[in-house]
Nanobody, 125 residues
């Protein structure tokens, strides 16, 4: 069974940090562009960051540039999102996704083949 399972979501204070993880089962991540999306309450899902299969190319939404870092460990079939300097507007459900497109189109929502079920991040004092 093909699955993406996210973990690491939590309640954190503004200015704090979290690291999200996404582990794949049932398929190999090596050939996929991977990405993180988020959906805030009452808003549409948006692409946060995407990384190509080798890890050599990344894309970040303007709102998270300089604060979030995406990485991957293909030997562990896992993708990470390090989130620093968190703000209340970063609150939402974070979804992991896999695609065979490149980073920018994937983060625009094109060609996503697999989705995880999401993990909740709440940034609040």
């Amino acid at each position: 069974q093909l699955q993406l399972v996210e973990s690491g979501g939590s309640l954190v204070q503004p200015g704090g940090s979290l690291r999200l993880s996404c582990t794949a089962s049932g398929f190999i991540l090596d050939y996929h562009t991977m990405g993180w999306f988020r959906q805030a309450p009452g808003k549409e899902r948006e692409g946060v960051s995407c990384i190509n299969s080798s890890g050599g190319s990344t894309y970040y939404a303007e709102s998270v540039k300089g604060r979030f870092t995406i990485s991957r460990d293909n030997t562990q079939n896992t993708v990470y999102l390090q989130m620093d300097s968190l703000k209340p507007e970063d609150t939402g459900v974070y979804y992991c996704a896999a695609s065979t497109t490149t980073t920018r189109p994937m983060c625009a929502g094109y060609g996503v083949e697999y989705w995880g079920k999401g993990t909740l991040v709440t940034v609040s004092s």
